[in-house]
């Protein structure tokens, strides 16, 4: 009996991956994912407010930080959703939401325009 390798990645969202798409645009590196990897969600959210901060001259004054933050969470988590789902009916599924609020989510962020390939 023959084994025949199931492609788990076939669907509409089978080429989308942060890491590949970070990775194209020279934005990460395999040493880069595993130092990542060690931080906590909490720490890289707050190293990467720090470093924000200190970019800006140690003032973020007149950002609605805190009022932000739902939508910034909801833009990384359907990213992560799309990249890890192979369809957009199992990203409303993942997500625990239906495919009309997908689709309203998804035009809100463009996640979907998110992970195509720029051709400049």
Known sequence: M???????RSGANKNYSLSKKLRRDNKSTDEFEVMLNQLSLEEVIG???????RAAGN???GLPLWKSLTCISKDATLKYAFSACRTKGEVATFLG????????????YDTSSYFEESTE
């Not at 023959?2 to 788990?8: C, D, G, L, R, T």
């Not at 190293?47 to 901060?53: G, R, V, Y």
């Open 59 to 61: 003032k973020l004054y």
């Open 2 to 8: 023959s084994w025949n390798k199931i492609n788990k």
């Open 47 to 53: 190293l990467k407010l720090e470093l924000a901060s």
């Open 97 to 108: 939401i239906s495919k009309s609020d997908l689709r309203k989510s998804d035009r809100k």
